[in-house]
């Protein structure tokens, strides 16, 4: 509040070492600090009646002293309002095309059957969709079981750049009650392409919210960009249907760099 001048504004201290001062929502002045503003005050300092007063974020103590010619007056403010030099610059769009053209009469005249057609794949690509989730729930194709009696969550990710890769499969007990015994992972591929370690894991007993890892190395047998799936299938003892599944995107080996 600068009553000498009859000036009320807003000091506002930014992280880029800057002090603004603002009428309103307009900019009146501005000022680079060599640090970060953390503390501003305006007021009486000693003689002076028109001090501003910065504390830094390094800890330094400022003093700025106002000048008393300085104009604050609403003629210099009203230099600033209006809209800025941007936008009185003419953009440069580009002309209208033929092809274009006639995009937006065909949109104009075949809106209603535009929006039925959209509308109707719409809903198909949401029945596919639907149908499919049903399918895998029903086969135990997702990482999550969705039976209540099978409390397990799988993860799989791949490390390695080629051509050995590392397969690292967790199994996680979601219940907090009860253990699970006598399960395994069962993975299957092509086996002209990868060749893995172990094709057949048994884990232990799967003690409730613990998460166990399975570590299995993977080899592409072919230099050629080719990739393919891995799959992984968590069984449990006495069920013929896999209880979880993880369809493993294997990435482009890389050639062999040392024999």
Do not use: W
């Amino acid at each position: 509040d600068y009553k000498t001048k009859t000036f009320k504004g807003f000091l506002v201290g930014l992280a880029n070492k800057e002090i603004r001062v603002y009428h309103d929502k307009f900019l009146i002045d501005s000022m680079q600090l060599d640090d970060v503003p953390i503390m501003i005050s305006f007021g009486k300092y000693g003689r002076e009646d028109s001090n501003m007063i910065v504390v830094t974020e390094n800890g330094s103590f400022n003093v700025f002293i106002l000048k008393r010619s300085v104009d604050l007056s609403q003629g210099k403010l009203s230099s600033k309002v209006g809209p800025s030099a941007q936008q009185s610059q003419k953009l440069n769009v580009p002309k209208k095309t033929k092809t274009y053209v006639d995009q937006t009469l065909r949109e104009r005249e075949s809106g209603i059957q535009i929006h039925r057609q959209f509308s109707h794949d719409i809903y198909r690509m949401r029945l596919t969709t639907a149908r499919a989730y049903v399918a895998a729930l029903k086969l135990n194709l997702t990482p999550i079981s969705n039976e209540d009696d099978i409390p397990l969550k799988l993860n799989a990710n791949v490390q390695g750049l080629g051509p050995r890769f590392q397969l690292s499969i967790e199994v996680m007990n979601t219940s907090n009650v009860y253990p699970i015994m006598g399960s395994y992972i069962l993975f299957v591929t092509n086996e002209t392409l990868y060749h893995l370690d172990r094709s057949y894991v048994v884990l232990p007993l799967l003690a409730p919210s613990l998460t166990y890892s399975v570590k299995v190395m993977v080899k592409c047998q072919l230099e050629h960009g080719v990739t393919d799936t891995i799959n992984a299938f968590v069984y449990l003892k006495g069920r013929n249907a896999p209880a979880l599944s993880a369809n493993i995107e294997m990435p482009v080996s890389e050639p062999e760099l040392m024999d």
